[in-house]
């Protein structure tokens, strides 16, 4: 994946989500190629990392600290394990639900990158931008085409603004950047 240098992640099945072969984890990482080849991003969070794919990509990408967090029981073991095979390093995995841990409590973020449902995507929308740099982006996947209308709605209403969509069959993927005043 990614424009001219190509990079490999080997993610074996799992007890975590995310090999990189369902439509919403290639429509995320789609998403991270838009975002960088026209954006400096020094510091990104991967909220519901699952196995960790999406936090790799963009460590390999941009060789930035990661941060990443997933509230599964298998997730911290599978996402350690992969970055191990993957030999990668500048990665940090904190086991908690969505913003919910100390490490968390004041940091911005550049990028979020978010492959998770719909519910848990619509209730964190307020956080999400609480978390983000001014200017920053969030790109989020995980949601059916059916679905996206309501999202795109309730980020709006949490200063977050559509820069992008992208399907793939059934899936979704919608880029925001955060906006301050009056839509920009």
């Keep these: 994946f990614f424009g001219k240098k190509k990079y490999s992640i080997i993610i074996p099945g799992g007890m975590a989500f995310g090999t990189g072969r369902h439509e919403s984890t ?33 460590r390999l990408i941009t060789k930035k600290k990661v941060i990443s967090c997933d509230c599964d029981k298998f997730s911290e073991d599978n996402y350690n394990s992969n970055m191990k095979l993957n030999n990668l390093n500048g990665l940090f995995f904190l086991k ?12 911005r973020f550049d990028l979020i990158v978010a492959n998770i449902l719909l519910n848990p995507l619509k209730s964190l929308a307020r956080d999400i931008n609480k978390h983000l740099t001014s200017k920053g982006f969030v790109i989020i996947s995980g949601i059916l085409n059916n679905q996206k209308n309501e999202i795109i709605n309730n980020y709006y209403k949490n200063k977050l603004k559509l820069v992008k969509k992208n399907t793939l069959g059934d899936w979704s993927s919608l880029i925001f950047q955060k906006f301050r005043k009056a839509y920009e």
């Design 26 to 58: 290639q429509l995320a990482i789609r998403g991270i190629e838009f975002i960088l080849k026209k954006n400096k991003i020094n510091n990104c969070f991967d909220l519901g990392s699952g196995s960790g794919i999406l936090s790799f990509a963009v």
């Design 96 to 107: 908690c639900n969505g913003f919910r841990h100390r490490i968390l409590k004041k940091k």
